[in-house]
């Protein structure tokens, strides 16, 4: 188990078998990162000596189903590490990049969203044209609401990225609210649903007329909304013509996606904090949503997340994978390998991570015209640096909470 804070925390578990093959799992659950490290520790790893390591699908089973407690975000991404693992190591074995054994590539790289932001819309203008000199063809847009000191998502400082083709060594985007301000207690911001939906289909309007039609353009609205102000969001939005509008309402009712449903035709996004197949069923079944953001660290693994995609694929719901910098090099480098292979891929956000994050897990992928690429190298080709992770200790970091202006209540994430 390697816990370390090299930009930000992370959690990783490396499995060796007999023969001294290794295989790497992204664990990070952000701001809970203990949690998932002790279920790895002391309840998986114990479980998985002497296991045969070529059989992922049966051990997938047996942590789901023997555990007896299923689901829930700490178990599945433990159990999630513990497949990415096993799945570097049987494409190690195999000599190949991972998605040869997904089932080879069905594209030559895979689209990416980033992510711009700003307090006004000129600087939001900039924050675009810069993620467009990056290389990015797709962009999601965070705008500050006037009369809230400062909204989750949205840098405050003007951003520094210079990278250029080579995810490695590319200098990140950073936003001062990552990695979530480290403090013993979560910073907390205000909130205040009616100013919001009054400021961003403005925002949009602004944005859509400086850059034309084509762009594909997104926005997270971060669980803030009802289902009727949820719906009246996307019809608002609707001019401008949306990638997709993404966690309007909180994740744990998905009923609320057949009310906004009736009011929209602005794509909709789900799925970062799900982590099971019966989260979406319904969501499925009804055609209420259009992509599905789960990551394979969350997902409980590459054996579920290919499961849940070829469910989506029947009601042509599209792949559209969670990838801040929170998920590893190790949960990008297993979501990507995945998003090469399955035929319903849609978009995977790409937040570029901190120079330091970089160092320690040395990535292969490369990101380039818009598209992130796996390399050819065996396995995830993600190699984790145990000497320089050991300069970067585990520190608590939490994500904010948020309560409203009017009144101090705590609001939705
Ligand atoms: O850990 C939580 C973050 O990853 C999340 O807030 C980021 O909403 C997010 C996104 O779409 O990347
Ligand atoms: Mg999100």
Redesign the pocket.
């Known amino acids: 188990m390697l816990v370390h804070s090299p930009g930000r925390n992370f959690v990783t578990l490396r499995i060796t078998t007999d023969d001294g093959i290794t295989g790497l799992g992204d664990a990070t659950l952000?701001?809970r990162e203990l949690s998932v490290a002790s279920y790895l520790r002391d309840h998986l790893a114990p479980l998985l000596i002497g296991r045969d390591a070529h059989k992922i699908e049966d051990t997938w089973q047996y942590l789901y189903r023997g555990a007896y407690w299923r689901r829930g975000p700490v178990t599945m991404t433990a159990i999630a590490a513990v497949d990415v693992a096993l799945w570097d190591i049987k494409a190690k074995v195999a000599n190949m990049p991972l998605y040869q054994l997904l089932g080879g590539a069905s594209r030559v790289g895979c689209l990416a969203y980033g992510h711009a932001s700003g307090r006004d819309n000129q600087e939001i203008f900039d924050s675009i044209r810069h993620h467009q000199e990056l290389g990015y063809k797709a962009i999601r847009v965070q705008s500050s609401i006037p009369g809230l000191n400062s909204v989750?998502?949205v840098a405050t400082a003007a951003n520094s990225a210079t990278g250029t083709g080579s995810a490695k060594g590319a200098t990140s985007t950073r936003y001062d609210y990552e990695p979530a301000r480290r403090s013993a207690f979560p910073v907390e911001e205000e909130w205040d649903t009616r100013a919001y939906l009054r400021h961003i289909p403005g925002v949009f309007e602004a944005v859509r007329n400086e850059f034309g039609p084509e762009l594909p353009l997104l926005h997270?609205a971060?669980h803030r909304l009802t289902p009727i102000q949820a719906a009246k969001l996307g019809k608002a939005l609707e001019p401008y013509d949306l990638f997709w509008l993404?966690?309007v309402t909180p994740a744990e009712n998905t009923d609320a996606f057949r009310l906004i449903r009736q009011h929209t035709t602005t794509p909709l996004a789900v799925g970062?904090i799900f982590n099971s197949i019966y989260d979406y069923k319904n969501l499925f079944e009804e055609q209420l949503i259009d992509y599905v953001?789960s990551p394979v660290s969350h997902g409980g693994g590459i054996t579920p997340l290919k499961k849940i995609f070829d469910y989506a694929a029947v009601y042509q719901i599209k792949s559209g994978v969670?990838?801040?910098t929170?998920?590893s090099p190790v949960g990008h480098a297993a979501s990507l390998h995945l998003s090469m292979a399955i035929h319903n891929y849609g978009i995977s956000?790409y937040?570029r991570h901190s120079p330091e994050t970089l160092e320690v897990f040395n990535p292969s992928y490369t990101f380039e015209n818009g598209l992130i690429r796996p390399s050819s190298e065996p396995g995830i080709g993600v190699t984790y640096d145990d000497v320089i992770a050991s300069q970067y200790e585990y520190e608590s970091a939490y994500?904010p909470v948020n309560r409203l202006k009017l009144d101090g209540s705590l609001h939705d994430w």
Request: glycine share 16%; no cysteine; proline share 6%.
């Open positions: 952000n701001g989750y998502g997270d971060h993404e966690d970062e953001r969670h990838g801040p929170d998920v956000e937040m994500l």
